[in-house]
């Protein structure tokens, strides 16, 4: 995949890059739909013109009670997924990590807010770590990977191990999310 | 991972994802390529909408020419939705058979539309939300109006835009095709 390192505007859609090499917020412009509205998620054409292409693979979905974090997860390589994350409703912190050792911005961290409200989106390429923190109760996010999931591969690190500053110390997380190996001590399959 | 629900529409389904439920919530897969691939259902979705209606709130009929390489699939993702269907399709055993189904959110069912096959909704309660990926963005889209079909709608003034309520009735549809 090919990623293009410039900001790129047009009338539907607003690409800014976020510090970290290959990973981009994406707004889109939300339209007035008879009495409702519309946004645009994914739409391949308009995506590949910033460089960002691939193949929806799987399309996951989901909700979270306020104060839940999920986190930090990848998938290793060689099955690793890139993948664009949109809030539908609800408000959350969302934070990647660069996991990547070849990358200019290893071990970089991104963190930003994603709401039900705007259209901003949050491209993640292969070799990044991600996870989010609901604000709000029913927080919806949903994935669309460029690959399927493989259990074997299904990786993660600990929330609190990669320099994140999370909006909340003692969030409701899963026992698997808590037992979860800390970055500093986790061997890199990027 | 899915329950492939057949419906009285061929080539039809209803969508069943397991959904994990815990203390966090919940999470659920919509759509896995591998699976729709083996199942010869169309699996390439280049499009994904979001789409925002208030209670009452009528969108259709709409369908897309029968090539046999497009689809929709329509997830409710908040609130809850009356999904309408009309087979369209000349060859079809199931040709003009009207289907309906409500599905409404957390259940993540999803409806898989075939083309030829058109399709409308009524978000029946407020703050519905429904997500649809649909094969490629399509400019030229055919529709037949709400009314024209043989489904007692539970209102009787839903809004609907102005282009649908300009739509051909089905059978000026089918005097045409």
């Known amino acids: 995949m090919q990623y293009s390192p410039f900001f790129v505007s047009n009338p539907h859609m607003s690409v800014r890059e976020t510090g970290i090499a290959g990973c981009f ?57 890139a993948k664009l994350v949109a809030c539908l409703s609800g408000e959350v912190f969302d934070a990647v990590v660069d996991l990547r050792p070849k990358s200019q911005t290893y071990l970089k961290t991104f963190t930003t807010r994603l709401s039900g409200k ?64 800390r970055l500093e001590a986790f061997e890199n399959p990027f | 991972m899915f329950e492939f ?16 439920a815990d203390h966090r919530g919940t999470f659920s897969k919509l759509f ?15 499009d ?50 009207v289907y309906s189904v409500t599905l409404e959110s957390p259940t993540a069912d999803t409806l898989y539309i075939p083309a030829g096959v058109a399709h409308g909704f009524l978000s029946v309660a407020d703050d519905t939300t429904l997500l649809t990926l649909a094969s490629h963005r399509t400019s030229v889209r055919s529709g037949i109006h709400w009314q024209s079909i043989d489904f007692d709608w539970p209102v009787a003034n839903p809004v609907v835009s102005e282009e649908d309520q300009r739509l051909m009735t089905l059978s000026e549809y089918q005097r045409q095709s």
């Open chain 2, 32 to 46: 896995h390529f591998n699976t729709f691939s083996e199942k010869g259902l169309v699996h390439q979705f280049s």
């Open chain 1, 118 to 181: 705007s259209n901003t989106m949050i491209f993640i390429p292969e070799g990044l770590a991600h996870g989010f923190y609901a604000y709000e109760d029913n927080s919806t996010i949903l994935y669309m990977t460029s690959g399927v999931f493989s259990a074997k591969h299904d990786a993660g690190i600990h929330w609190n191990s990669a320099g994140i500053e999370w909006p909340d110390p003692n969030p409701i997380i899963s026992e698997r999310d808590q037992n979860l190996v």
């Open chain 1, 25 to 81: 917020l994406v707004e889109r412009t939300a339209l007035r739909n008879g009495s409702g509205t519309v946004h645009d998620l994914y739409d391949s054409s308009t995506l590949r013109q910033v460089g960002i292409d691939f193949t929806i693979h799987e399309v996951l979905l989901s909700t979270s009670a306020k104060g839940v974090l999920r986190g930090l997860h990848f998938q290793a390589a060689p099955h690793s997924t």
């Open chain 2, 48 to 97: 994904v909408d979001y789409l925002s209606s208030p209670r009452n709130t009528l969108r259709g009929l709409h369908f897309h020419p029968d090539d046999g390489e497009y689809a929709l699939l329509l997830t409710c993702a908040s609130g809850s939705v009356l999904h309408v269907a009309v087979d369209l399709r000349k060859n079809s055993k199931t040709y003009g058979t």
């Open chain 2, 5 to 20: 629900l057949p419906t009285t529409i061929e080539g039809c389904y209803q969508i069943r994802p397991r959904v994990l």
